[in-house]
């Protein structure tokens, strides 16, 4: 049974009687072996399987745990369990409740964002709106944060500056909100929120048991609280909160006790992972940060470790190369090996010296075969020809035509729907006698505002450009913005999917991509944009070099395409097992978030200067040194055996001299 493997204090968390209880489970203390040990206690006291809900911060972990229930109960019983990240586990309530959801990524949903902003005129203010990009990044953190007053009244709050905007930046949240209903789009907020609002369809808990509970935000703890479980079972670490940036609030963590009078706090404090040294380290410095639950670590491993290491160096790229140098003479395996960095740009020198010396890495967060920008082109078009409503598949490829933005993309693709009486492709090949299919929306100078159909522009425009007659009839080249090289690339979609309409072999279908006019201006802009220098100018050798690895990339999909025969497979293959499909072998590159909940044998944190870590420039914008100190925790806590941290005194490339951060005085290594 799984309690039996349990030290006595994580034997009591597990057994704790039914309510609100709090774990405080520091780095290495057997947090998984505590929650599994819960899971097996509930089904021992006869809860049922389905009554258990487990949330946890990766879907791995929560395999992880549900396999370990399993061995000792059964696979058909602990697969009843309710388990996942909150986006998961509401992502299959709401498929079984409302059925029509379909997930969009960030990125995605920013496109969307933008079209509707696009579509605003800010002329006539003083003050600078905030841009698209940004507005749309903050309106992700105030749906995690707030949801006692509007969007625009919390900015208006936050930023005096941006009170002037408030009613035009709730309005392009409303239509925002709007447009994804009418298509059923969701992003991952909308997840929570939608669950949240439909709880009482969900079914009741005996028990919910929260893992990593220090980086819960405001949504994901509303969630919880309209469930209404009597019985709580919340674990984490309060000094390994590092996630304020996505809006998870500490005092959650913090204020446990407060909200729950009736809360019982267990510790657990034997540590398994790392040695004595990396541990006191590791303690010195997050001591210095207020102390809400006070902890005293004990180390289990009682093996000779060497002491943790500092490396000072002159010079950032001598730095890089040196690690690299001693990570080849190392006989430590290079999975077990780990580069902690604070900000991606370290990982850039890091790499380089790594794969110069011919060893393997995988860097988390790099961009990968599947977000390379060519290969998500090929699955956009792919997807318009699975499902025609995806607007935003339509949205992106359209973007690679010059002159026609998320806005006029979207408004081409609404005037299609409507030419097809509702079907895109019936508007494109065959649409209905219709003057101007171009919604029109009263201006409105408070909102933002325009309206830019006052005057419907001329097919004739393009009658010397060469299109068939049926495309050249089409009322979409009436949009008063379709430039030139817009209307030609739009012919070039339509001819494209005039080939693709019977194609149901995915390797047919891509090669026709791939070979296709269309794809030809995609690659051009691609290639083009990636060989262009500072000062504006063509590299023509950086040109065909992007050219060439763009070829090699639709040769490498047109392989991926070759095992199947249906077209749906094919595309949900690639789309849902690409995480998998691009995994890297050798050194692990990690930035702090991305190191946490993982564990190596010897660990690397560089750069660890003043103004890089910690971060200045994030602190001026809101953060704080506690929780910089809480990265720093976070990453000397992923080290079992060795500890190495280096710091370079000059940066050659931007001319800046740095001196040591203070964590590394903290830690008595200075």
């Not at 959650?252 to 040695?275: Q, W």
């Not at 000062?535 to 395409?561: F, S």
Request: hydrophobic share 40%; proline share 3%; aromatic share 12%.
């Amino acid at each position: 049974m799984p309690l039996s493997r349990l030290n006595e204090e994580q034997f009591k968390a597990a057994t704790a009687p039914f309510g609100h209880n709090l774990i405080i489970a520091s780095a290495g203390t057997g947090k998984t072996s505590t929650i599994v040990g819960r899971i097996g206690y509930l089904l021992e006291q006869g809860v049922a399987s389905e009554k258990i809900l487990l949330l946890t911060f990766t879907n791995k972990a929560a395999a992880e745990m549900i396999a370990r229930v399993s061995n000792y109960f059964g696979k058909s019983k602990a697969s009843k369990i309710e388990a996942g990240t909150f986006h998961a586990v509401c992502y299959r309530w709401l498929k079984r409740i409302e059925q029509k959801v379909v997930l969009k990524q960030p990125k995605e949903l920013k496109t969307l964002f933008k079209s509707i902003y696009e579509k605003r005129h800010f002329h006539n203010f003083e003050e600078k709106p905030y841009a698209a990009s940004y507005l749309y990044d903050i309106y992700s953190l105030y749906q995690n944060c707030v949801s006692d007053k509007s969007f625009g009244e919390w900015i208006a709050e936050k930023k005096e500056e941006q009170k002037i905007f408030v009613d035009i930046y709730d309005d392009i949240a409303d239509e925002f909100e709007k447009t994804k209903e009418s298509y059923g789009f969701v992003g991952f907020n909308d997840l929570l929120i939608k669950a949240r609002e439909s709880a009482d369809k969900v079914g009741e808990f005996v028990e919910i048991l929260v893992d990593e509970y220090q980086d819960t935000n405001n949504l994901q703890s509303s969630l919880l609280d309209r469930l209404n479980s009597k019985s709580l079972f919340c674990v984490g670490d309060y000094d390994q909160s590092i996630y304020a940036f996505n809006g998870a609030n500490i005092n959650i963590i913090g204020g446990f006790k407060d909200k729950y009078p009736d809360a019982k706090i267990f510790n657990l404090s034997k540590n398994y992972r790392s040695s004595k040294y990396i541990l006191s380290l590791a303690n010195k410095v997050i001591l210095n940060n207020e102390r809400i639950y006070p902890k005293k670590l004990e180390v289990v491993r009682k093996d000779e470790f060497e002491p943790p290491k500092l490396l000072v160096y002159n010079e950032f790229l001598e730095q890089y190369k040196d690690i690299a140098k001693k990570i080849k003479e190392s006989s430590t395996p290079y999975e077990e090996i780990a580069v902690i960095f604070r900000n991606n740009s370290s990982a850039d020198g890091i790499e380089a010296s790594l794969r110069e010396l011919g060893i393997g890495c995988k860097r988390k967060g790099s961009v990968s075969f599947f977000d390379a920008k060519e290969v998500k082109a090929v699955l956009d078009i792919v997807t318009l020809l699975i499902n025609p409503k995806d607007v935003m598949s339509f949205i992106h490829v359209l973007e690679y035509a010059k002159g026609v933005g998320p806005a006029i993309a979207k408004e081409l693709y609404d005037a299609a729907v409507k030419l097809g009486e509702g079907d895109f492709f019936k508007g494109l090949f065959d649409p209905i006698d219709m003057d101007n299919p171009f919604e029109r929306r009263a201006k409105n100078h408070q909102l933002g505002l325009f309206d830019d159909f006052f005057q419907i522009g001329s097919k004739s425009r393009f009658k010397e450009l060469g299109f068939e007659e049926r495309f050249k009839k089409s009322a979409l080249l009436k949009h008063p913005k379709l430039s030139k090289e817009g209307a030609i690339f739009l012919y070039h979609f339509y001819q494209l999917y005039k080939e693709l309409k019977r194609v149901l072999n995915p390797l047919s279908a891509v090669s026709k991509i791939v070979d296709s006019k269309l794809f030809e201006e995609i690659k051009e802009s691609l290639a083009i944009k990636r060989a262009t220098l500072k000062d504006g100018c063509i590299d023509e050798n950086l040109k065909e070099e992007a050219l060439m690895k763009i070829y090699r990339k639709t040769l490498l999909l047109k392989e991926l395409a070759k095992p199947y025969k249906d077209l749906e497979r094919f595309y949900n293959a690639l789309v849902l097992g690409s995480s998998e499909m691009s995994e890297g072998n050798g050194v692990n590159l990690l930035t702090v978030h991305a190191s946490k909940g993982l564990e190596f044998d010897d660990v690397y944190i560089i750069d660890l200067a003043d103004g890089r870590f910690p971060n200045r420039k994030l602190i001026s914008k809101g953060g704080s040194l506690e929780e910089e100190r809480r990265l720093f925790y976070v990453a000397a806590t992923r080290a079992k055996n060795r500890l190495f941290l280096s710091y370079a005194k000059y940066d050659r490339v931007k001319r800046i001299e740095f001196k040591p951060s203070p964590f590394l005085f903290e830690a008595g290594l200075l």
